[in-house]
């Protein structure tokens, strides 16, 4: 069974109690089929679970298959300093077909990033080695699909369904009492 390296941390972008029973970390594609279908999956058990549960999104671009994941992680990465990495991170799985740069400046400045900032993101690239290095730890993790998760800092191997991810979350919840 495959473990988190490194731990959870205070660089990594996290939405939750940082005392949560529970925290859940998913390495992930922006431009993944399968990472999209699982974006809602995620939504609903955040909900279900409300303060009980951590989430993590670490990035993790296949390029090889998904050219637009790396850019649009570091369009995720550029909203996120300016405190905007979840709303981003949401629109980019919900405009899954449309990640062109065009469309990641638009999506910039529909949360009131500068466009020309957004822009220079795409060109200059000075968010592509904290990308690498959500990609590094991912390996490190064994990490060789996504979307991958990670309860409590060990791999999850089961569907990545709202009912069986629920039920290992909540199970990891009872772990903890």
């Not at 939504?43 to 999104?57: E, T």
């Not at 390996?139 to 060789?144: E, L, P, Q």
């Amino acid at each position: 069974m495959s473990s988190l390296v490194p731990p959870v941390g205070p660089d990594d972008h996290a939405q939750g109690p940082e005392n949560a029973p529970v925290t859940l970390v998913e390495y992930g594609d922006y431009e993944c089929p399968h990472c999209g279908q699982a974006h809602p999956v995620v939504k609903a058990v955040q909900r279900r679970l409300g303060d009980q549960l951590r989430l993590v999104f670490r990035h993790f671009p296949i390029t090889t298959t998904h050219p637009r994941a790396q850019p649009a992680a570091e369009m995720a990465e550029a909203a996120g300093e300016q405190g905007k990495f979840w709303p981003m991170h949401d629109l980019l799985f919900e405009s899954q077909n449309a990640l062109g740069d065009e469309d990641l400046i638009r999506y910039a400045a529909s949360l009131g990033i500068d466009p020309a900032f957004a822009a220079s993101v795409l060109q200059t690239h000075p968010f592509q080695e904290r990308v690498r290095q959500d990609f590094l730890s991912g390996v490190r993790s064994g990490v060789n699909k996504t979307p991958t998760f990670f309860i409590n800092g060990v791999r999850h191997d089961g569907p990545p369904d709202e009912e069986s991810l629920h039920a290992a979350v909540t199970a990891a919840i009872y772990a903890q009492r």
